[in-house]
């Protein structure tokens, strides 16, 4: 799926010539956040981060949203920044 606007199944960013400057940085810091998160946290589903499952019933909906909202809860693997000044 091409999300820069040439095949019109997701326009997230508009197309032609109003299409958004900022694509390029846009897509780069999703990869770079997204890598991060994964990378710096361990993640535990639950709101006591002890479920052992993930409920993945349906809701009613166009999109199949889910019946019940997943949490999760972040826990720091080590400092994403070691070199800062205390």
């Known amino acids: ?7 019109f199944e997701l326009l997230p960013f508009g197309s032609g010539r109003r299409m958004c ?3 390029s940085l846009g897509l780069q810091m ?3 956040t ?3 998160m ?3 946290f361990e993640w535990k589903a639950g709101e006591d981060g002890k479920l052992t499952s993930v409920d ?3 809701g009613r909906g166009l999109n199949l ?3 019940n909202p997943l949490v999760c809860v972040p826990a720091a693997r080590f400092d ?5 000044i205390n």
């Open 65 to 67: 949203p889910k019946a």
């Open 30 to 32: 999703v990869y770079a």
């Open 56 to 58: 993945m019933d349906e």
């Open 38 to 40: 994964i990378q710096c």
């Open 21 to 23: 400057p900022g694509t």
């Open 80 to 84: 994403p920044i070691p070199l800062s």
């Open 34 to 36: 997204f890598g991060a």
């Open 1 to 7: 799926m091409d999300v820069r606007g040439q095949h």
